[in-house]
């Protein structure tokens, strides 16, 4: 199976750039996705943006679009996100997650793998 690892997180300042990263081990396939939510307590957890694992495509949530980039490296097993401009409603929990399709999909549902999560703290 596909195991993952997120790292990174901490506390940053609003108007700060993250990098995140996710580190990608197990039987993968280049039409495969990789995935990244986030989750603040009290809410449903919610999609960030998700690339395949080829690095061919990518795509984002309208509350992200324009800060983030999600970039691929399947030879070195990572996917990386970095999300510029931060601001206080950007605080959650960081998940990566894989799905085995390219078809793109938003819903946490459709993601079958999944790493332990990263905690992201904007502070104003």
């Known amino acids: 199976q596909v195991q993952l690892v997120e790292s990174g997180g901490g506390l940053v300042q609003a108007g700060d750039s993250l990098r995140l990263s996710c580190a990608v081990s197990?039987?993968?396939?280049?039409?495969?996705?990789v995935g990244w939510f986030r989750q603040a307590p009290g809410k449903e957890r919610e999609f960030v943006g998700a690339?395949?694992?080829?690095?061919?495509?990518?795509y984002y949530a309208d509350s992200v679009k324009g800060r983030a980039t999600i970039s691929a490296d399947n030879a070195k097993n990572t996917v990386n996100l970095q999300v510029d401009s931060l601001k206080p409603e950007d605080t959650a929990v960081y998940y990566c997650?894989?799905?085995?399709?390219?078809?793109?999909?938003?819903?946490?549902?459709?993601?079958?793998?999944w790493g332990q999560g990263t905690q992201v703290t904007v502070s104003s």
């Open positions: 997650a894989v799905r085995r399709a390219s078809i793109r999909s938003m819903s946490p549902g459709d993601y079958v793998y």
């Open positions: 197990g039987r993968t396939g280049l039409a495969f996705t």
């Open positions: 690339i395949m694992w080829s690095g061919r495509s990518s």
